[in-house]
């Protein structure tokens, strides 16, 4: 942590530390950086004895594929940016060892993003607290399924190994094809001693009621979990949490900063950002990032969209010519890639740039690169903007949207959902469709498919921990051909040729499940993930995207654009505080 950091480097941003690669560049550091990454090693060292992960033996006779193994080194931030600690992880070679002889099993689950939203969006409706459990060497506590397993001692370890002696595993190791399985069992079982049920939806998510009848949930992922709890009974969890895995070092604390992202709680309000990952990719790219006190007002720039109205952004001929060749200095694919866990985690209003730019990194022309530079500068300017968990959770609404035909070469068209619990966006997604629609009706039919899909998993994922919800999930579209065809079993001549499977949203339809209604494009949340729009539209439908405008449920077809009483004076908290 940072109260044993050298004063000079505590006060560092954790992203404009260089890391070595390997063990040998430590020494080529900063002195003050030199000690700690020493440091590092020591303690890794010191956690592997402890855990009794090898033994130093002779070498054994017969044949032996002895597995090599390397330092990885980091810089972890805290939630502010700040260096929290230099880490150092001893890693095996996984890739020399061989299925069936030295491992078997290898899956292992982890939360997703969704999962992770889901779950504060049921802690702000609960009225939970929050709180982050880490554990240290984790995948070092977990027993080993194979006892011919030998490691040569990496460099770095020369003098804390007898010469000649090389490392038997005892215990699993980061890098082992079977670690994060072996783990997970042990996890898994321990979870559920402590009388959580696993979710049905989705394996990483825990759940049970206390004495109170209250819920209490653990969320998953690998090594990091997310405790919710009520404040009665915080303590008492964190207590048996500590207890149970008491051969294993915990850290719990609050809940601020978890897999590269800020949270933080407000009253009935949690705010996600990720401030402190978007500086670690602008001090990575800073080569490409304009020194403007403005930046760009939408995420692609105007001839972008002025291409993509003339349908030759991508696919056309006449963009591969010679002149118009990829500098191959410009890291266009660590760029997009960076920027695509961003979109993934809290930002559902770069949906389609990021999609958009994802078509385009097997072979990114000169348009590419420009419109990637621009949303890099775009998301710097933007860095503050955050996704809001609030609502009621068990509220669950959907909006998709199609666009027709949007690739000239493979005439398929794109297609964008979203999903809310309550008024915070839980799942969103962009694509291009599979199938080649033949109508506008066709492609928002399938489009709507995938958002039903998306939906039921929600609805089962509560369900799970609540019972099943009594009434039917809206699902909002803006054509009406496509409802009449999800709700009336008629065959029309357009639409006699749809697959069966499409027919599937008219199922839930019938069962109850759905309820499907028009929406005017202009209120539709998922329309500025299908296309480019003016910056007042992208502004207006950003704040849709990331749950600053609260969902409504009007009787009538007229939508009450207005802020809800209750929810303004929580935005203005949040304003105010942030």
Not at 186 to 200: A, C, E, R
Not at 292 to 316: R, V
Request: hydrophobic content about 40%.
């Amino acid at each position: 942590s940072t109260h044993n950091l050298a004063p000079s480097i505590a006060k560092l941003k954790a992203a404009n530390i260089p890391v070595p690669r390997t063990y040998a560049q430590i020494h080529k550091m900063e002195p003050d950086q030199v000690d700690e990454w020493v440091n590092a090693v020591a303690s890794e060292w010191s956690g592997l004895l402890k855990a009794d992960t090898f033994t130093s033996v002779l070498p054994p006779q017969g044949s032996i594929r002895y597995l090599r193994g390397h330092f990885i080194f980091k810089v972890k931030p805290n939630s502010t940016g700040l260096v929290e600690k230099f880490k150092a992880r001893l890693v095996v070679n996984g890739f020399q060892q061989i299925h069936r002889v030295n491992f078997w099993d290898t899956y292992a689950p982890v939360a997703r993003m969704a999962t992770l939203r889901a779950a504060l969006t049921i802690a702000v409706h609960h009225d939970l607290s929050l709180k982050q459990a880490d554990f240290t060497q984790a995948f070092l506590h977990a027993n080993i399924d194979s006892d011919n397993l030998y490691m040569l001692p990496p460099q770095g370890l020369e003098e804390y190994i007898t010469p000649g002696h090389v490392l038997k595993l005892n215990k699993s190791l980061y890098g082992l094809k079977q670690a994060p399985f072996l783990w997970h069992e042990k996890v898994h079982s321990t979870i559920q001693s402590l009388g959580f049920n696993s979710n049905k939806a989705d394996p990483c998510l825990y759940s049970k009621y206390d004495s109170e009848g209250k819920i209490n949930f653990i969320l998953l992922y690998v090594d990091d979990l997310i405790i919710g709890a009520p404040n009665h009974s915080m303590n008492t969890l964190e207590k048996e949490i500590i207890d149970i895995f008491s051969d294993t070092k915990i850290t719990i604390q609050d809940l601020t900063y978890y897999l590269g992202i800020n949270i933080k709680c407000h009253q009935k309000l949690i705010s996600m950002s990720q401030t402190v990952y978007i500086d670690s990719i602008l001090a990575k790219f800073d080569k490409y990032i304009t020194q403007n006190a403005s930046g760009p007002n939408t995420p692609l720039p105007t001839d972008a969209i002025e291409f993509s109205k003339k349908q030759i952004f991508e696919d056309n001929p006449t963009m591969n010519s010679p002149d118009d060749v990829i500098d191959d200095t410009f890291p266009y694919r660590e760029i997009v890639g960076s920027l695509l866990y961003l979109c993934t985690c809290t930002r559902p209003d770069l949906s389609y740039s990021i999609g958009f730019l994802t078509r385009a990194v097997c072979n990114p022309r000169k348009i590419h690169t420009k419109a990637c530079a621009h949303l890099l500068n775009y998301v710097k300017s933007t860095k503050f903007l955050a996704l809001l968990i609030h609502g009621d959770a068990s509220t669950i609404t959907g909006f998709s949207d199609a666009s027709w035909l949007n690739s000239p070469k493979t005439r398929k068209s794109d297609h964008a959902y979203i999903v809310y619990a309550g008024n915070a966006p839980i799942i969103w997604r962009f694509c291009r469709q599979l199938i080649v629609a033949l109508s506008t009706a066709e492609a928002e039919y399938d489009a709507l498919t995938a958002l039903g899909k998306e939906a039921l998993w929600l609805r089962n994922l509560l369900a799970d921990i609540f019972g099943q919800p009594k009434l039917p999930t809206i699902l909002y579209i803006d054509n009406t051909a496509a409802i009449r065809i999800s709700q009336l079993p008629t065959v029309h001549t357009n639409s006699k040729h749809f697959q069966l499977r499409a027919h599937w949203i008219r199922h839930q339809v019938s069962l109850g499940t759905f309820t499907v209604q028009h929406l005017n494009t202009k209120h539709l949340a998922a329309d500025a993930m299908t296309k480019m729009l003016t910056k007042d539209q992208h502004e207006r439908h950003s704040k849709f995207l990331r749950g600053h405008i609260p969902i409504m449920h009007p009787t009538t077809q007229q939508w009450l654009d207005i802020f809800e009483g209750d929810f303004k004076l929580r935005l203005n908290e949040y304003y105010s505080l942030d």
